[in-house]
DNA sequence: GGTTATAATGAAAACGATTTTCACTTTCAA
DNA sequence: TTGAAAGTGAAAATCGTTTTCATTATAACC
């Protein structure tokens, strides 16, 4: 199994923005270029506080618009955690499931395959017509996990 | 593999209530019936305008602090779902997989053993300590699938 | 290059869900 | 029965997000 990271150019987020018929525009820019680069899941005042670094007077609203157009083009998925549904992360066309670090929040999507039978048993089981599923793990990613013999 | 209903005796979870120190009272004997009789997932108004019915005079601050101290006392889940993360349902001890009606809210919760071999393989492959995960199926249960042979 | 329609912007106001504050009421142990 | 403390509902405050609106910037067209 292959983990995949989210890296992204951002140069090709952006012409897809265009392609869609988006203008580019410095505030644009820079939420694109936070989000892109970022192995990380973000919410919306971390991608403000990140892309204000090169857009100063980028407004919190323009971070909102587009994060929603980000979504709304399959570029950006927002991640749900156990007391957190406001983040997002650069999203990886078909490789839907999720490894998040909850102390620093980096975030590795990985396939899971092996997850069809299951689903299909329980459909059958259940009696439910299965249209979606979530498979998310949390933990701590190899930099946040204290030192091997600490108590 | 079984399907598991979610159904708890409202008794029991109002004696694990006063177990913990609260105290019973009629709003919370409300709160506490909507919630462990029902098979679906509930948001807060839901759970506030069904628990009226049993006691008029109840506040929506309190159906807050109920679910609050169920969820503490893991007698409730809340439940995230694509564009809702603020349903509740009655949980079950030891299994944490649900499936979710996306037409009724009609939840089952699943066992899903056959994780186990995948999270192993991804917590090898990706270097992560994993020490939660999140499975959930979304769909349509059988009373709100369409007849067969609908366009 | 200049012009122009319109998409995009940021500030402020509005919004909805949730939480806090507070004066009053209820529970329950002594 | 009594009293300390927990619990209550209403109102206000708060938080994250969305809408409104007057202004600015983009990019297609000349």
Not at 24 to 48: C, G, H, M, Y
Not at 116 to 121: D, G, S, V, Y
Request: proline share 4%.
């Amino acid at each position: 199994m292959e983990m995949i990271s989210a890296f992204k150019p951002a140069s090709q987020w952006l012409e897809k923005l265009q392609v869609h018929g988006y203008r580019l525009t410095e505030s644009r820019r820079a939420v694109v270029e936070v989000i892109a680069n970022s192995d990380r899941v973000l919410n919306a005042i971390e991608v403000f506080d990140l892309a204000r670094e090169r857009c100063a007077s980028l407004g919190l609203v323009t971070v909102y618009r587009t994060i929603a157009k980000l979504e709304e083009l399959a570029l950006v998925d927002r991640v749900h955690q156990p007391g957190d549904c406001h983040a997002y992360v650069a999203a990886v066309p078909g490789h839907q499931h999720l490894l998040i670090c909850q102390n620093c929040g980096r975030a590795a999507y990985f396939e899971g395959d092996s997850l069809e039978a299951l689903i299909l048993r329980v459909a059958a089981d259940s009696g439910y017509h299965v249209q979606d599923h979530w498979l998310q793990l949390f933990g701590l990613c190899a930099a946040c996990q204290p030192p091997a013999g600490d108590p």
